[in-house]
């Protein structure tokens, strides 16, 4: 069954009387349980905005969108999900633990319970021997897991991740990838965003391939790969969107 699932889901950013950006167009997805999918696209393809509508952050324009069967206001199923934004700020003169503690706070987590989980949690994300360090000497890579493990800090079911991997080096990379494995044999669902291809292809068990706002393909790696007849994610993100953009082209030559 589909844990989180989008229909017809509509992003229209009005900028003005004349002015609308397609942020999201009629978007259907559905999301098992228990796998990581990654939602995969250049840059203002409707990544953020997808993520952002199934969190309730924005307000569709259209369509509908679920987590748990529920709607994305529900306060009782936001319980049961994390989220890691794209571009998340941290107050830096906090060290990790300080971190860590402010988000039990926003759960109302008492403070045992709160610090057995902030020590769990420095574990799983291998910053146990960086406690005093403050946010601002961190390295990218480390800023990372620690706002995975603020994301996680109320045992989430379900993990949604703007760009996990973005600005981070190779080992980096293979630091997150390996975590999200973890998680994932923790039963998690995860749900990603990336531009990174490589990364896509090591970690996600399910792909949707966005562009233009418009979900152009989805379904497993090797799956696509047959279906559009593509060597590799490379050749089959190529494919696709060249596809989409000569027919758009085409369409819009004729309204001319
Ligand atoms: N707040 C906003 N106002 C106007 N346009 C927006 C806004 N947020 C996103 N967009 C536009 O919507 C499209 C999709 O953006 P986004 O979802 O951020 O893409 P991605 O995350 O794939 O880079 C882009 O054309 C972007 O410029
Ligand atoms: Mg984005």
Redesign the pocket.
Known sequence: MAIIETKQLTKH?I?GKKKV????ENVDLEINQGEIFGIL??????????LKLLLGILFPTSGEANIMGKPPYDIEMKQHVGFLP?NPYYYDYLNGPELLRFYASLYSMDSDKADKRIEELLELVELKDAKRLALRHYSKGMLERIGLAASLINDPEILIL?EPTTGLDPIGCRDTRNLLLRLKEQGKTILL?S?FLSEVERVCDRIAI?HR?HLLATGTLDGLNKQYQAENLEDLFVKTICAFDTEFAAKTGERK
């Open positions: 950013y900028l950006v397609v942020g999201l696209g250049p840059n203002g393809s409707g990544k953020t905005t997808c794209e703007d965003s531009h966005f706002g």
